[in-house]
């Protein structure tokens, strides 16, 4: 159980910085509302088509150490409410009856 605290700990400050480079490799916050259309760029697209190249860094990087965080972390809660149920249900097998 120890460990699963310390990997939220741990991811919590991975989601914690990849947000932050979200928001620094975006620029501007309200670029995103001033925006009226998207042009998608040559690299993008071949990004996008490429399945043997990982994207590691830049936006792309960060969004996906984002949504990668966010799972490992949901994870990691299942694991402390799996040791939970199973300490609850110990102690109901040791529970005297009577």
């Known amino acids: 159980m120890q460990s699963a605290l310390a990997a939220l700990t741990r991811l919590s400050e991975a989601f914690d ?9 975006s620029g501007a916050p309200s670029a995103a509302e001033t925006a009226e259309t998207v042009r998608i760029s040559p690299e993008a697209r071949e990004a996008g088509t490429a399945t043997d190249r ?7 990087g960060a969004m996906v150490d984002m949504r990668v965080a966010k799972y490992a972390f949901i994870a990691n ?6 040791g939970a149920e199973l300490e609850e249900t110990a102690a109901q097998l040791l529970k005297p009856k009577g």
């Open 77 to 82: 809660l299942k694991v402390l409410q799996t």
């Open 17 to 25: 910085r990849s947000a932050g480079d979200v928001v620094r490799l």
């Open 54 to 60: 990982h994207l590691t860094s830049g936006i792309e």
